[in-house]
């Protein structure tokens, strides 16, 4: 859940493409149990956790092009 937190705070991919990634299979299941572990929602810790994505910012396991860049 630490690594998603990160993912969260680092980009803005759809809170259901995060819950995918996380082994959830509902947007809503992922919500609850991120709300149980870190006492705010999914959205409301983005909001605070506000950071830049990293250049090249994509998601792990996401296609990159030749350059290393998303594409």
């Known amino acids: ?13 759809p809170l259901r493409v995060v819950a ?3 082994g959830y ?3 809503f299941a992922f919500a609850k ?3 149980r572990q870190f006492g705010t929602s999914p959205g409301s810790y983005r909001r605070q ?3 830049p ?3 090249g910012g994509v998601m792990p396991g996401e296609p990159r092009d030749s350059e290393g860049a998303a594409g």
Not at 1 to 13: N, Q
């Open 1 to 13: 859940m630490i690594i998603v937190s990160r993912l969260l705070s680092t980009s803005d991919a």
């Open 20 to 22: 995918q990634y996380a």
């Open 25 to 27: 299979s509902s947007k």
């Open 33 to 35: 149990a991120f709300k």
């Open 49 to 51: 956790h506000d950071n």
């Open 53 to 55: 994505p990293a250049p």
